[in-house]
């Protein structure tokens, strides 16, 4: 995603990792923070070592540095403004490595840059599913009148209830995330050049087990910057 902005015009990026997920079924969760006096325009996840196969990135959103949100444990939830940090999560599906670890990037506007007039509105859908094996869900978020241009997205598939209590994994240990991208409103991915984006669609996916109470999340951030 490409934002013009006369005021943003020069963006940073902080990392943050966290070693593990190492056991099988488990999360490893890690947070990136923007500094402060800047605004979180997007963010991503990585997972490595490649070698392992079992290893993937399963959730990435945006979140804020503080107890009500458990310290990035908890998503933002619809409607809230100007959160501060990026959460990954990555999913061990079987295979164990003490070498894991997880990534978690923050996109942040640059510094020297006055955005006390710049609004990040955050828009989430969540959806039940997928359940059965090998099947597939999507979520779409999209930002509403007023909120400004789409900058980015997030996604997640997982145990559920995201914004209001910390992460847990989804139903089966082969469930991952096909896709994460800007989108129509009915979630079908934008061509290239696209400049009318205002959606954000999670495609998820189940493995070759059931996968009970899983959910599939979709973040939208939109930005106003003020002028």
């Known amino acids: 995603m490409c934002f013009s902005s006369t005021l943003v015009a020069h963006t940073q990026v902080v990392m943050n990792k966290l070693a593990g997920p190492t056991s099988s079924g488990t999360v490893g969760l890690v ?6 006096n800047t605004r979180l325009l997007g963010g991503g996840a990585r997972i490595t070592p490649a070698s392992v196969g079992s290893l993937k990135p399963i959730a990435g959103f945006p979140t804020v540095n503080d107890s009500a949100h458990g310290f990035g444990q908890k998503a933002a939830a619809h409607g809230e ?3 501060d940090s990026w959460s990954a999560v990555g999913w061990n599906g079987g295979g164990g490595n003490s070498n894991n670890t997880t990534y978690a990037y923050a996109i ?3 510094t020297g840059i006055d955005v006390s007039g710049v609004t990040v509105t955050v828009r989430h859908t969540s959806v039940s599913g997928p359940t059965a094996a090998t099947t597939g869900q999507r979520a779409t978020a999209g930002c509403g009148e007023g909120d400004g241009t789409l900058v980015s997205g997030g996604a997640a598939i997982s145990g559920g209830s995201l914004t209001t209590t910390g ?3 989804p139903g ?3 469930d991952h995330l096909n896709g994460s991208y800007p989108s129509t409103s009915g979630g079908s991915p934008l061509g290239d050049r696209t400049t009318t984006a205002a959606y954000w669609t999670a495609d998820a996916h189940t493995g070759a087990g059931s996968s009970p109470n899983t959910y599939t999340d979709a973040w939208a951030l939109c930005a106003d910057d003020g002028i």
Request: proline letters at 11%; a neutral charge.
């Open 31 to 36: 947070t990136a923070t923007c500094p402060a």
């Open 81 to 83: 403004t100007n959160p």
């Open 108 to 110: 942040c506007s640059g």
């Open 167 to 169: 992460f847990t994994g």
């Open 172 to 174: 089966s240990v082969g």
